[in-house]
């Protein structure tokens, strides 16, 4: 069972699809999560406060939605599975924020245009293919992402950090500068500024 672990909806349960196809990020890694982005140099309360937050590949959406109950403002969501867009639904409806979520059932990688760059950006995508960059270049070329705002990307344990053929490369304004790295299990969390 998934749900929410802080704030204005804490304890609320959570709907998930059957199956293993989504993968909702467990309750105590959601925790050590946002623990992070709260206590970071690099973060802090304002980093949620009032935030447009981006939960892309949301699938039950508990990333936004957790980041909704700690003080965000407004959360777009992205995602393309049937099942998984019944449960995000489900869970909007449910904790009753219809009002400060978007639903977007559309590829990640090929967004539409946007007005409400989000300051803070969660990507989950399907481990193994290579999509964390191709998603972050089509959000941030359609208008989806602040300047300077902080991505957070889950990965596969063994997989290659996002952007790493870049670590050679001198830094640049559109470089994404590494701040920090956890990992939970299978799970490898990379926080970017972007």
């Given at each position: 069972m998934v749900r929410i672990i802080a704030g204005s909806r804490k304890g609320r349960l959570l709907t998930a699809p059957a199956g293993q196809t989504t993968r909702p990020t467990a309750d105590r890694v959601r925790q050590a999560l946002f623990d992070m982005l709260l206590h970071a140099p690099w973060g802090g309360p304002t980093l949620i406060s009032e935030a447009h937050v981006l939960d892309a590949f949301a699938g039950t959406g508990a990333l936004g939605l957790e980041a909704l109950s700690r003080?965000?403002?407004?959360?777009?969501?992205?995602?393309?599975?049937?099942?998984?867009?019944?449960?995000?639904?489900?869970?909007?409806?449910?904790?009753?924020?219809?009002?400060?979520?978007?639903?977007?059932?559309?590829?990640?990688?090929?967004?539409?245009?946007?007005?409400?760059?989000?300051?803070?950006?969660?990507?989950?995508?399907?481990?193994?293919?290579?999509?964390?960059?191709?998603?972050?270049?089509?959000?941030?070329?359609?208008?989806?992402?602040?300047?300077?705002?902080?991505?957070?990307?889950?990965t596969g344990r063994e997989e290659p950090l996002p952007f790493s053929n870049e670590e050679e490369a001198p830094q640049t304004a559109s470089t994404p500068a590494f701040l920090a790295e956890r990992q939970h299990g299978a799970a490898r969390f990379s926080i970017w500024r972007l």
């Amino acid at each position: 069972m998934v749900r929410i672990i802080a704030g204005s909806r804490k304890g609320r349960l959570l709907t998930a699809p059957a199956g293993q196809t989504t993968r909702p990020t467990a309750d105590r890694v959601r925790q050590a999560l946002f623990d992070m982005l709260l206590h970071a140099p690099w973060g802090g309360p304002t980093l949620i406060s009032e935030a447009h937050v981006l939960d892309a590949f949301a699938g039950t959406g508990a990333l936004g939605l957790e980041a909704l109950s700690r003080g965000a403002k407004h959360a777009t969501f992205f995602e393309t599975s049937r099942p998984a867009l019944a449960a995000l639904r489900a869970n909007i409806q449910a904790c009753k924020w219809e009002e400060n979520c978007t639903v977007i059932a559309r590829d990640v990688t090929s967004p539409p245009l946007s007005t409400f760059p989000a300051g803070l950006v969660f990507l989950d995508p399907p481990y193994h293919q290579n999509l964390p960059e191709r998603a972050l270049n089509a959000l941030q070329s359609k208008g989806w992402i602040a300047p300077n705002a902080i991505a957070v990307i889950e990965t596969g344990r063994e997989e290659p950090l996002p952007f790493s053929n870049e670590e050679e490369a001198p830094q640049t304004a559109s470089t994404p500068a590494f701040l920090a790295e956890r990992q939970h299990g299978a799970a490898r969390f990379s926080i970017w500024r972007l």
